[in-house]
C-alpha cells in the first residue's frame, strides 16, 4: 500500500515561491505516474500538474504553465512542485497522487489516480 505524505505548504506572499515535496513509503515510485491537485474554497479538485514514472512526459494547466515545475527523485522516494511567481488564485489545498499505469495524460484527471495524500494548505496573501 503506497503512502504519500505532503510538505512544505504554508502562507506565501504574492510573486513569492513554495516548493511542496510528496514523500512516498510502503513502495517505491519507480513505476508510479504522480500528480498535483489543488482545491480551493468552494471549488472543485483540480488537476495541476503531471509526471510520467520514467519523468519523458510532463503536463502542466495552462493556469501554472511557465510558473510550476514537477519533478521527481525516484532516489528518495519523493516529488515536488517548485511554485514560482504565486498570486492569491494559487490559494487553495494541494495533494499530491500516484497512479499506478505510470502515465500523465495532457487533461491531468483525478480519476486516474489511486493513492493520495492527506493535503497541504498553501494561502498566497500580503
Known amino acids: 500500500q503506497l503512502l504519500l505524505v505532503e510538505s512544505g505548504g504554508g502562507l506565501v506572499q504574492p510573486g513569492g515561491s513554495l516548493r511542496l515535496s510528496c514523500a512516498a513509503s510502503g513502495d517505491t515510485l519507480d513505476y508510479y505516474g504522480i500528480g498535483w491537485f489543488r482545491q480551493a474554497p468552494g471549488k472543485e479538485r483540480e488537476g495541476v500538474s503531471c509526471?510520467?514514472?520514467?519523468?519523458?512526459?510532463?503536463n502542466y494547466a495552462d493556469s501554472v504553465k511557465g510558473r510550476f515545475t514537477i519533478s521527481r527523485d525516484n532516489g528518495k522516494n519523493t516529488f515536488y512542485l517548485q511554485m514560482n511567481s504565486l498570486q492569491p488564485g494559487g490559494t487553495a489545498v494541494y495533494y499530491c497522487?500516484?497512479?499506478?499505469?505510470?502515465?500523465?495524460?495532457?487533461?491531468?484527471?483525478?480519476?486516474?489516480?489511486?493513492?493520495w495524500g492527506q493535503g497541504t494548505q498553501v494561502t498566497v496573501s500580503s
Open positions: 509526471i510520467s514514472s520514467s519523468g519523458g512526459s510532463r
Open positions: 497522487a500516484a497512479e499506478s499505469l505510470g502515465g500523465c495524460q495532457r487533461r491531468i484527471n483525478m480519476q486516474h489516480f489511486d493513492y
